[in-house]
């Protein structure tokens, strides 16, 4: 499985973006899909994570203003990000996962809000 992350950009705060993550392969519907950012000197962070069946999750600093879907026909999977803050600034990365599969990982998109 590829990751192929983009949408990322800069934007004022309270401002939107949608960030996609286009896998490849042709098992994308059995994979669970995640969001994880990182913030300079920070630690990478779940931001939001939606299994291949079951319950999406979300970060609680990002909970009413995040939505992420996926498009299992397109093997696509995006993070609507809505009401940004200056403190959402970080690198986006998809990630991929399967039990008994390896992980995988995109290359990032830089979100950069301006107050």
């Known amino acids: 499985v590829q990751l192929q992350a983009s949408g990322g950009g800069l934007v004022q705060a309270g401002g939107s973006l949608r960030l996609s993550c286009a896998a490849s392969?042709?098992?994308?519907?059995?994979?669970?899909m995640g969001w994880y950012r990182q913030a300079p000197g920070k630690q990478r962070e779940s931001v939001a994570i939606?299994?291949?069946?079951?319950?999406?999750e979300y970060a609680d600093s990002v909970k009413g203003r995040f939505t992420t879907s996926r498009d299992n026909d397109n093997n696509i999977v995006y993070l609507q990000m809505n009401s940004l803050k200056p403190e959402d600034t970080a690198i986006y990365y998809c990630k991929a996962w399967s039990r008994g599969r390896p992980v995988y990982w995109g290359q990032g998109t830089q979100v950069t809000v301006s107050s």
């Open positions: 939606i299994p291949s069946g079951g319950v999406t």
């Open positions: 392969g042709r098992i994308f519907n059995s994979y669970n």
